[in-house]
């Protein structure tokens, strides 16, 4: 298994353009997740789907922010504009189940947005 | 969600043994202790879960003592690889959001 995959690994982009992330979750597994990494904020939870169905969007930090997830093997995060403050590294994690007994969840290898 | 402090860094040479403390004074009946590690340009890596007594794998050891409070993440003869964030997470069974922390940085020298 090739695990999450996401891409791209680095985005640059320039403020007011819109930027795309994607991510395709392991095969099988029901809910993906999309996190925010950041030195002053840490590790943060924007959005979660189970069964492509979003389930709490309550960590997406304003309306500029848009995830969507039109299939099983596929999601992205879109930021539109973006701005400087959303540089960060973006990571997306699936799991094939609830975090219960002893199974985590996958993450990728993130996308380090920068936005200059 | 049960709020968890753990130390902000440790330090630790090759071949020993590191004990990573985390305190969970407000968790619940159904709450699960969770640990992550997270390397430099990775995202985090599940190492072990465990509810109570002591839990074991090839990575790590977590000790639970019986009133839960607080829970201790145990490597063996730590190598430089181990370098790396450690994260103490509380988890509700069947519960999907996985809140992180801080973290606790583990620098390994040689």
């Known amino acids: 298994d090739a695990g999450v995959i996401q891409s791209p690994r680095h985005e640059v982009t320039e403020m007011g353009q819109e930027v795309t992330l994607r991510c395709k979750p392991i095969?099988?597994?029901?809910?993906l997740f999309w996190y925010r990494q950041t030195m002053m904020r840490g590790l943060e939870l924007l959005i979660y789907?189970?069964?492509?169905?979003?389930?709490?969007d309550s960590g997406m930090p304003e309306d500029r922010f848009s995830a969507k997830m039109p299939n099983a093997s596929f999601s992205t995060l879109k930021i539109q504009p973006s701005e400087p403050r959303d540089s960060a590294v973006y990571f997306c994690?699936?799991?094939?189940?609830?975090?219960?007994?002893?199974?985590?969840?996958?993450f990728g290898s993130g996308t380090r947005l920068t936005v200059v | 969600l049960a709020k968890t402090t753990q130390p902000i860094s440790m330090d630790s040479y090759e071949g020993q043994e590191v004990n990573i403390t985390c305190s969970h004074n407000?968790?619940?009946?159904?709450?699960?202790i969770t640990w992550y590690q997270q390397f430099p340009s990775q995202g985090p890596r599940f190492i072990i879960q465990?509810?109570?007594t002591k839990v074991t794998n090839e990575v790590a050891s977590l000790f639970i003592p019986a009133d839960r409070k607080s829970s201790t993440l145990s490597l063996p003869r730590v190598s430089l690889s181990d370098t790396a964030v450690y994260y103490c997470?509380?988890?509700?069974?069947?519960?999907?959001?996985?809140?992180f922390g801080t973290g606790t940085r583990l620098l390994v020298s040689p």
């Open positions: 994690a699936s799991s094939p189940r609830p975090h219960i007994g002893n199974y985590g969840y996958t």
């Open positions: 095969s099988g597994h029901d809910y």
């Open positions: 789907f189970n069964n492509n169905v979003p389930i709490d």
């Open positions: 407000n968790i619940a009946t159904n709450d699960y």
């Open positions: 465990g509810y109570k």
């Open positions: 997470l509380v988890v509700q069974q069947g519960f999907q959001k996985l809140v």
